[in-house]
T-cell receptor, first 116, second 114 residues
Framework: GAVVSQHPSWVICKSGTSVKIECRSLDFQATTMFWYRQFPKQSLMLMATSNEGSKATYEQGVEKDKFLINHASLTLSTLTVTSAHPEDSSFYIC????????????FGPGTRLTVL | AQSVTQLGSHVSVSEGALVLLRCNYSSSVPPYLFWYVQYPNQGLQLLLKYTSAATLVKGINGFEAEFKKSETSFHLTKPSAHMSDAAEYFCAVTPSGSARQLTFGSGTQLTVLP
């Protein structure tokens, strides 16, 4: 149990276009989902935290108008990179927790975004 | 606030040798601590976690870690390295009682030499 999927696993887009990445909890209801960004050979940096039905909380320095996060249901969160540019190329990973209080984060397999 | 320091961005060991990956943490409240492994172009897989129960934690694939409060450490060990252990390893910390705000270390790339 506790499987998290991401779609697509990789995407290539042209500069200026928008890209949507989906994160789904397949066998549990995710009260909270997290979005991370990982540059090559670097660690994961938390971008934002989203709770179902409420606005996402963004980390300092993350542009909320550029990285739109929607957590419309207990099993789906989406990250939309708007007007993508080459510097947005990165590995995006989501994670999800179930229930409240302490709960382990279950990570998705990641999405590789390349902006040309 | 919490932080994690992983000493050694690259560690090389021979197959069959002891694996020791170092992690020191800083936390203003009792922490929960985690070790994750990441293979190329994949997400994170949990190896083990400390959540204030036993200080010696055993995980998957023969890995274990010991929580030492006096040393603020949570080093990862494995008695005998396998080629399949070659990957990136991340230590992470979060305040106890919450899965929010996981803070990751910078990672250690483990190379296993034949």
């Amino acid at each position: 149990g506790a499987v998290v999927s991401q779609h697509p696993s990789w995407v290539i887009c042209k500069s200026g276009t928008s890209v949507k990445i989906e994160c789904r909890s397949l066998d549990f209801q995710a009260t909270t989902m997290f979005w991370y960004r990982q540059f090559p050979k670097q660690s994961l940096m938390l971008m934002a935290t989203s709770n179902e039905g409420s606005k996402a909380t963004y980390e300092q320095g993350v542009e909320k108008d550029k990285f739109l996060i929607n957590h419309a249901s207990l099993t789906l969160s989406t990250l939309t990179v708007t007007s993508a540019h080459p510097e947005d190329s990165s590995f995006y990973i989501c994670s999800a927790t179930r229930g409240f209080g302490y709960n382990e984060q279950f990570f998705g397999p990641g999405t590789r975004l390349t902006v040309l | 606030a919490q932080s994690v320091t992983q000493l050694g961005s690259h560690v090389s060991v021979s197959e069959g040798a002891l694996v020791l990956l170092r992690c020191n943490y800083s936390s203003s409240v009792p922490p929960y601590l985690f070790w994750y492994v990441q293979y190329p172009n994949q997400g994170l897989q949990l190896l083990l976690k400390y959540t204030s129960a036993a200080t010696l934690v055993k995980g998957i694939n023969g890995f274990e870690a010991e929580f030492k409060k006096s040393e603020t450490s949570f080093h990862l060990t494995k008695p005998s390295a396998h080629m399949s252990d070659a990957a990136e390893y991340f230590c992470a910390v979060t305040p106890s009682g919450s899965a929010r705000q996981l803070t990751f270390g910078s990672g250690t790339q483990l190379t296993v030499l034949p």
